[in-house]
């Protein structure tokens, strides 16, 4: 079923709209709240210690109904209530012996009784509060003058209620007048009544918000579909008709005005112009790659088995090109005299200039090997060739050894590259000097050295890819961490060892783009 754009926008456009004013209406509604009952708790509070400070001559005790006491107190606390704009505010006696509390008089505002008048028509004077002290009223009637405010919204109420201790002075012109706490104050006041205008109006001010809403969101759709969704829908149906009649010949989108509807169809005349040009191009990106498919098919099959064994040595080896074809390369080679000629290399560059270097570089280090040459004449000569025919400027790093697994002893020249590791009992690093990268001067030497491997040692060549991989931040797998892998795994086999880095590596870049091919070779000498 075809779906229109028109009618998706219209109604995201309604909904974000609601939602918004929803989100607004119920940020605006409790900040309003919370400002009322806030004020309320200031008033209730003010109000309770203002009638306890008012009657601390009054004896709870001798309290009569009728009594001058009795008019007092109700005259200042009808004269709170007015000036603090609080419903009712009431003396109670507590009992602390039988946990009960008596309410002895009140003092009502006009103003809220007009407003409460079924509510505040019922006087509790002389009653019992109804379930004894509270815990308020103990810390209260306890000497707690802190103003103990509660919110009461059980039994249909909603309204704060504030204790105040009164000081009863019995003698209050003394020098040093003796106090007592007899009775406490309770000033009350209703949220239901000082939010329910609040209420009201905001209600109607929702509705009329909801309707002015309705109203915007109806007009941005007409004004929608009349300039977006109608001219688009002209623009599909010609981009439609684009292949079928592209050979026949394509008529443009008619390009009216400055706006983006303008620019999307210029856009599109243009694509439709170049396009052609963009179905050669693929074409010949196509015939590229393909060359580059047998290009690297060429460059694996001139690469030695990736996996060796025989009665002394086994090798294991990896390469993994940055790009189709790369210019790392590894090569090994048993000599007739039982010797194993191993090498590794990194030439300049990547692609198919790379791999052609590369080819070459095995080409010669093959010649090198089957001719017996020691690694320092191998580089010698390797060199040199490299150099006298070299138009592109080109250089390669290599690490020639040559293993005699009747003594031991391995023999290897660097040429710039990357040291090797040989595990045993610890790990060493052939971090000897080495001599500059080949392919740049020629009848350079090139020093070499031997050292002594015994059974089960493992040779670690590998190319600057490996410590030069990048996870997606940008950070390198580095030295520290390869060599952290190869101590964890200095007594895995060769496979093992070229496994553990393997799976690190990926670890660490995580499928990140390579800039660089990544090329290992271990040789294992037999137990």
């Known amino acids: 079923m075809k779906s229109s754009i028109f009618k998706k926008v219209s109604l995201w456009l309604l909904i974000i709209i609601t939602v918004v004013e929803l989100v607004m209406f119920v940020a605006l509604y409790n900040y309003t709240y919370n400002t009322i009952v806030n004020e309320a708790t200031v008033n209730v509070t003010s109000a309770a210690r203002a009638a306890a400070d008012h009657i601390y001559y009054v004896n709870p005790d001798k309290f009569a109904v009728g009594s001058d006491d009795e008019k007092d107190v109700v005259i200042i606390f009808t004269n709170t209530c007015i000036q603090y ?23 009502i505002s006009a103003h809220q009784a007009e407003r409460q008048e079924s509510e505040l028509s019922n006087d509790l004077t002389g009653q019992y509060v109804e379930g004894g002290m509270s815990d308020e009223m103990k810390r209260a009637f306890a000497g707690d003058d802190s103003g103990i405010t509660t919110h009461i919204t059980n039994g249909g109420e909603d309204k704060l209620v504030c204790y105040m201790p009164v000081l009863y002075y019995e003698n209050p012109e003394s020098e040093s007048p003796e106090t007592d706490i007899k009775s406490l104050v309770r000033a009350e006041i209703s949220i239901k009544n000082l939010t329910g205008d609040f209420n009201k109006k905001f209600r109607e001010f929702a509705v009329i918000m909801f309707i002015a809403t309705l109203t915007v969101s109806i007009s941005a759709a007409v004004i929608l579909y009349f300039k977006v969704s109608k001219p688009l829908k002209k623009a599909s149906m010609k981009m439609k008709g684009f292949v079928s009649d592209r050979d026949a010949g394509f008529e443009k989108l008619p390009v009216k005005g400055t706006d983006e509807l303008a620019e999307m169809s210029d856009s599109f005349n243009t694509m439709a112009e170049e396009l052609e040009q963009y179905i050669d191009d693929v074409a010949e990106l196509n015939r590229q ?22 009665d002394t040595v086994t090798i294991e080896a990896s390469m993994t090109t940055a790009k189709d074809v790369g210019g790392d390369l590894y090569y090994y080679n048993i000599l007739e005299n039982g010797n194993v000629f191993v090498a590794v290399g990194d030439v300049s560059g990547k692609g198919i200039t790379a791999a052609l270097f590369m080819s070459r570089a095995i080409t010669l280090l093959n010649q090198y090997a089957q001719l017996g040459y020691s690694p320092s004449k191998a580089l010698f000569e390797f060199n040199n060739n490299l150099v006298g025919h070299n138009p592109n400027m080109m250089f390669i790093t290599a690490f020639i050894a040559v293993y005699d697994p009747k003594t031991g002893e391995l023999t290897y020249s660097n040429a710039g590259h990357n040291y090797p590791y040989i595990l045993s009992d610890k790990m060493t690093a052939l971090n000897t000097e080495s001599g500059i990268i080949a392919g740049s001067f ?3 030497e090139f020093p070499e050295y031997t050292v002594k491997m015994k059974a089960g040692d493992r040779l670690f060549l590998y190319t600057d890819g ?11 797998f580095d030295d520290g961490r390869l060599e952290k892998v190869l101590s964890d795994h200095i007594r895995s086999d060769a496979k093992g060892v070229l496994n ?28």
């Open 466 to 476: 490996i410590t030069e991989a990048e996870n997606k931040e940008g950070k390198l």
């Open 85 to 107: 704009d609080v419903d009712t505010v009431y003396l109670i006696l507590p009992d602390s012996k039988d946990n009960s509390a008596k309410y002895l008089a009140r003092g």
């Open 442 to 444: 020629s009848d350079i």
């Open 289 to 310: 790659k393909a060359e580059l498919n047998i290009a690297q098919n060429i460059q694996m099959g001139l690469l030695e088995p990736p996996s060796f064994q025989n």
């Open 500 to 527: 553990a880095v393997t799976e690190e590596i990926n670890s660490f870049t995580h499928g990140a783009e390579q800039s660089d091919d990544m090329t290992m070779l271990v040789l294992q000498t037999a137990h």
